[in-house]
C-alpha cells in the first residue's frame, strides 16, 4: 500500500532539546516536502527535497533543518525547539500532480 | 499562483449533492485549478485537479467557468465522512508547490 509515514505522532518536549520527526514514504517519489500547519495561518511549507542531497527552504525555514541521505527518507530536524514551534506538522511526498501526505505529527514544546 | 477565494463554511444535507465554489478571477491561462481537502487534523487529501474543462473522478466533479474565473467542486451524494476542509489552489506548473489558504470547511448534516 502506497503511504507515508511520520514518527512520532505526538511529542511534547522542552525548549532546546533537540528532536527528530521522521518521515518515510514507499512509492520511490523524488520530491519531499515539510508543512506545518497553525490555526488561523494553514499549511506553510518548511523545507523541501527534489532528490536525494537536494533540499531547498519553503516558506518558514528558519529553526529547522533536513537532510534526505535517502530517497524514502527525509527527517525534519529542530536543534533547539522552542514554544513558538508548537505546530501540527505534515510531511509530503510528492508527483509531478499529487501530493501525497502523511498523518501529521503533534508537536508541543514546553 | 492566481489567488483564491473561498466561503469559509457551508452546510450540506448527507446524501444530497455538496457544490462548493471557488473563485479565482486572477488565473492565468497555464494555471490549473486543484482541490484538496483535509478531515479533520489529518494530512490533507488529493480530490482532483483541471485546467479548462470539465474533470470528473471517483470522488468529485470538477465544473470550471468558461472564462476560467471560477469553478466548483461537486460531491455527488455528500456522506458525514465527507465533512472537511475544502482547499482551492490555483497552480502553474506542477503542483510541487502549492499554497494552501483557509479553504471551506463543509459540515454534513445527518
Known amino acids: 500500500e502506497a503511504q507515508v509515514t511520520q514518527n512520532p505522532r505526538y511529542l511534547i518536549t522542552v525548549t532546546g532539546k533537540k528532536l527528530t520527526v521522521t518521515c518515510s514514504q514507499n512509492m520511490n517519489h523524488e520530491y519531499m516536502s515539510w508543512y506545518r500547519q497553525d490555526p488561523g495561518l494553514g499549511l506553510r511549507q518548511i523545507y523541501y527535497s527534489m532528490n536525494v542531497e537536494v533540499t531547498d527552504k519553503g516558506d518558514v525555514p528558519e529553526g529547522y533543518k533536513v537532510s534526505r541521505k535517502e530517497k524514502r527518507n527525509f527527517p525534519l530536524i529542530l536543534e533547539s525547539p522552542s514554544p513558538n514551534q508548537t505546530s501540527l506538522y505534515f510531511c509530503?511526498?510528492?508527483?509531478?500532480?499529487?501530493?501525497?501526505f502523511g498523518p501529521g505529527t503533534r508537536l508541543t514544546v514546553l | 499562483d492566481a489567488k483564491t477565494t473561498q466561503p469559509p463554511s457551508m452546510d450540506c444535507a448527507e446524501g444530497r449533492a455538496a457544490n462548493l465554489p471557488c473563485n479565482h478571477s486572477?488565473?492565468?491561462?497555464?494555471?490549473?485549478v486543484y482541490w484538496y481537502r483535509q478531515i479533520h487534523s489529518q494530512g490533507p487529501q488529493y480530490i482532483i485537479h483541471?485546467?479548462?474543462n470539465n474533470e470528473t473522478n471517483e470522488m468529485a466533479s470538477l465544473i470550471i467557468t468558461e472564462d476560467r474565473k471560477s469553478s466548483t467542486l461537486i460531491l455527488p451524494h455528500a456522506t458525514l465522512r465527507d465533512t472537511a476542509v475544502y482547499y482551492c489552489i490555483g497552480v502553474s506548473g506542477s503542483a510541487r508547490q502549492l499554497t494552501f489558504g483557509s479553504g471551506t470547511q463543509l459540515t454534513v448534516l445527518p
Open positions: 486572477t488565473i492565468s491561462g497555464n494555471e490549473y
Open positions: 509530503a511526498s510528492i508527483t509531478l500532480n499529487e501530493q501525497f
Open positions: 483541471g485546467l479548462k
